[in-house]
C-alpha cells in the first residue's frame, strides 16, 4: 500500500515507520525536519498550513501521528491548533484527494468532559472523524509509552538519580504502560486491516503500575536500588506549575499534572488480538 504518515518522523513515528517498511508498504512522512531514509518519501512541510492534498495524491490510507504534549501560544502551536484544527485540515484534504482511509493516533484518557485540554482536544478530533468525516477510520488511544527513548521515563530517570525524588501527590495513580515496537506494529497493521474500520481501540501494556512503581521501575533501570521519594501536594504543584509554566524550561504544566493525577488505564485488550505486548523490564526503560 502507499501509505502517508504524518508526524511519522516522531518518538512513535519512528516505530511506525519501521513496522510499516517491515509489511512492504511505500512510505511518505511529513513533517517539518528532514528525514534522511532512502526508503521513505520525505515531505516536509508544516501540517498548520501545508497543501496537504497534493501528498495525500494517490495515497491508499493515512495515518496521523501530529500531537504535542505542551503548548506555545508564542509559536502558535496550541492543542486546539495541532490537535484539531490539523485533523480538520486531513479529513478535508482527504476527501479531496479522494483518500478514505484514515488511521488516527489519540490517547488514553480522552473522553468528553475530560480535565486536561489535551484530552479534551483529542476528544473534539474523535468526535470529528467519527461523526463528520465520513471516513473509514481506525482510533487508536494507547497509555503511556515506554521503550526507544521515551520521554517520559527518560524524566523518570532522571529524576530517580537524584538524592531525593519529588513524586505529585501519593504517586498512586495507575498506568498501564505500552511498548513502543508494540504500538508501531499494531498502527501499522490497522492501516491494512478492514476489521479494524470504525472502532476505536485503547492499549495498553500487560501490567499495571502506580506512578511510585514506575519510579522504582526507572531507578532500577539506571543502577539505583531504591529512591527516596518526597511527595507533594498537587494543589502546590498545580500553583507552581500556573505560575512556572509560562518560563522556558519549566518542568511539568498545569495540563501534564491533571493527566498525572488521573488512572490512565484500559480492560480493552482487543487489539491484543494482533499484538502479544511485551512487558514493562528495567532494561527496555526509557
Ligand atoms: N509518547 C507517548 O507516550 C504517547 C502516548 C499516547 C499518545 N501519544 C500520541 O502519539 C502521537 C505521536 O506522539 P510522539 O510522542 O511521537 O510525538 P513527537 O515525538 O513529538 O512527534 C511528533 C511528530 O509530529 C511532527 N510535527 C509536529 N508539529 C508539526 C507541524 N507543525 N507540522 C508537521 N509536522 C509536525 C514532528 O516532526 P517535526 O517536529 O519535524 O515537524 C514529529 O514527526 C501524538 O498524537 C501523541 O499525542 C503519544
Given at each position: 500500500m502507499q501509505i502517508v504518515v504524518l508526524g511519522g518522523s516522531g518518538y512513535v513515528g519512528r516505530a511506525v515507520q519501521e513496522a510499516l517498511l517491515m509489511r512492504g508498504h511505500h512510505l511518505k512522512v511529513i513533517a517539518r525536519h528532514g528525514l534522511r531514509d532512502p526508503n521513505i518519501q520525505f515531505v516536509s512541510g508544516d501540517v498548520r498550513d501545508m497543501d496537504l492534498m497534493s501528498p495525500f495524491d494517490g495515497a491508499d490510507a493515512i495515518i496521523n501521528l501530529v500531537g504535542i504534549i505542551e503548548e506555545h501560544p508564542a509559536q502558535k502551536i496550541t492543542f486546539e491548533l495541532m490537535h484539531v484544527e490539523v485533523v480538520r485540515r486531513i479529513?478535508?484534504?482527504?476527501?479531496?484527494?479522494?483518500?478514505?482511509?484514515?488511521?488516527?493516533?489519540s490517547a488514553l484518557g480522552t473522553r468528553p468532559g475530560a480535565r486536561s485540554r489535551y484530552h479534551k482536544t483529542k476528544w473534539i478530533a474523535e468526535d470529528l472523524i467519527r461523526h463528520t468525516s465520513g471516513l473509514q477510520y481506525t482510533i487508536i488511544r494507547p497509555s503511556l509509552l515506554f521503550g526507544g527513548g521515551a520521554p517520559f521515563f527518560k524524566m523518570l530517570q532522571s529524576q530517580a538519580k537524584w538524592p531525593i525524588t519529588p513524586i505529585p501527590g501519593s504517586g498512586n495513580t495507575e498506568f498501564d504502560p505500552v511498548y513502543r515496537t508494540d504500538v508501531g506494529r499494531f498502527v501499522a497493521m490497522a492501516a491494512e486491516c478492514d476489521e479494524t474500520i470504525g472502532e476505536t481501540f485503547e492499549i495498553g501494556g500487560p501490567d499495571r503500575f502506580t506512578?511510585?512503581?514506575?519510579?522504582?521501575?526507572?531507578a532500577a533501570s539506571a543502577g539505583k536500588n531504591r529512591i527516596t521519594p518526597w511527595h507533594i501536594s498537587y494543589r502546590f504543584m498545580m500553583n507552581m506549575a500556573k505560575i512556572g509554566e509560562s518560563l522556558p524550561g519549566f518542568p511539568v504544566s498545569v495540563d501534564q499534572l491533571l493527566m498525572l493525577g488521573e488512572n490512565n488505564t484500559t480492560n480493552d485488550h482487543r487489539w491484543t488480538k494482533w499484538v502479544t505486548p511485551t512487558r514493562l523490564k528495567p532494561s527496555l526503560i526509557p
Open positions: 479529513i478535508s484534504a482527504m476527501s479531496a484527494a479522494h483518500v478514505y482511509r484514515l488511521v488516527h493516533m506512578l511510585n512503581a514506575l519510579y522504582q521501575k526507572a
